[in-house]
């Protein structure tokens, strides 16, 4: 049987003799075998509400509601009782919202969570209006949330936003709060 010749390298044999010489007597060494430290993973929190809370929040939501038909591109709805006149206030942008809810990239099971909380937390720190951002995309939760807003009692009115707070993408709010402190509101 016969040798191969080994392939050409481009390393001369004088080079190859040198780098022989000069390692004769090193000895390997030898593996630990100690594996890496992997870091405990923190346990995730949830963020959300707790779920007592967020059910008594979600009571006022139904998804098979549909009391809301939108005849043009702007959205507007008073809630019976209250001065007609609030919706056109909105429209010029007469109240400037106290908080925003940007609602973009969420489900709409996430949406009615978030505008649930929102509503809670308005009522909570007596806030009296509230911007939405709804987006446009496809038009799923632009549909949902005016229907759902209709549905809870502390909405008096609402608005499509206009143009510096999102326009068609968004709804301003006027709520109800436990002291109505600015006459001009009410």
């Avoid at 759902?148 to 709010?173: E, Y």
Wanted: contains cysteine.
């Amino acid at each position: 049987m016969q040798k191969k010749a080994p392939a050409s390298t481009g390393i001369s044999i004088e080079d190859s003799q040198l780098f022989r010489q000069s390692i004769t007597g090193a000895k390997p060494i030898a593996q630990d075998k100690i594996p890496p430290v992997v870091a405990p993973r923190k346990q995730k929190r949830r963020t959300d509400v707790s779920s007592q809370n967020s059910d008594e929040n979600l009571f006022w939501f139904s998804d098979e509601f549909e009391g809301f038909v939108a005849d043009g591109a702007s959205l507007s709805w008073v809630q019976p009782g209250e001065d007609p006149h609030l919706a056109g206030r909105l429209r010029r942008g007469e109240c400037q919202p106290q908080v925003v809810l940007d609602l973009h990239g969420m489900t709409t099971i996430q949406a009615k969570t978030e505008l649930a909380g929102l509503l809670a937390y308005c009522q909570q720190q007596q806030f009296n209006c509230a911007c939405v951002v709804h987006g446009k995309g496809l038009g799923i939760l632009a549909q949902k949330v005016p229907n759902w807003l209709i549905q809870h009692p502390n909405v008096r009115a609402f608005h499509t936003a206009p143009k510096s707070w999102g326009k068609h993408g968004a709804l301003l709010l006027l709520l109800k709060t436990d002291q109505q402190q600015d006459e001009h509101w009410r």
